[in-house]
Nanobody
Framework: QVHLVESGGGLVQAGGSLRLSCAAS????????MAWYRQAPGKQRELVAS???????NYADSVKGRFTISRDNAAKTTYLQMNSLKPEDTAVYYC???????????????WGQGTQVTVFS
């Protein structure tokens, strides 16, 4: 079994910063991609940022220049540094990772439980 646990959400004033963390645990042979998604009330879940195991990062246009995704492979953790936050960034943020549990199994997507980020003006 694999678990992703997010932390770091909260309430912040517009222009402020938050740092989200997501730690993977369980039976893990390797982690391919790690990513952050978000879902605002009444909207579909959208990709915020992604980072493959070795390659370029990818960001939604709405967060480019403000958010930074990073990962610590040894700690099996990904981070999302969010600066210059805006009220429209308010959403539940979900961690996503592509995980291989053993050398013979295929990569499967796992999701965290989500963490609420609320930005007020």
């Amino acid at each position: 079994q694999v678990h992703l646990v997010e932390s770091g959400g909260g309430l912040v004033q517009a222009g402020g910063s938050l740092r989200l963390s997501c730690a993977a645990s369980g039976i893990i042979f390797s982690i391919n991609h790690m990513a952050w998604y978000r879902q605002a009330p009444g909207k579909q879940r959208e990709l915020v940022a992604s980072m493959p195991s070795g390659g370029d990062t990818n960001y939604a246009d709405s967060v480019k220049g403000r958010f930074t995704i990073s990962r610590d492979n040894a700690a099996k953790t990904t981070y999302l540094q969010m600066n210059s936050l805006k009220p429209e960034d308010t959403a539940v943020y979900y961690c996503n990772a592509g995980v291989r549990m053993t050398v013979i199994t295929s990569t499967r997507d796992y999701w965290g439980q989500g963490t609420q980020v609320t930005v007020f003006s």
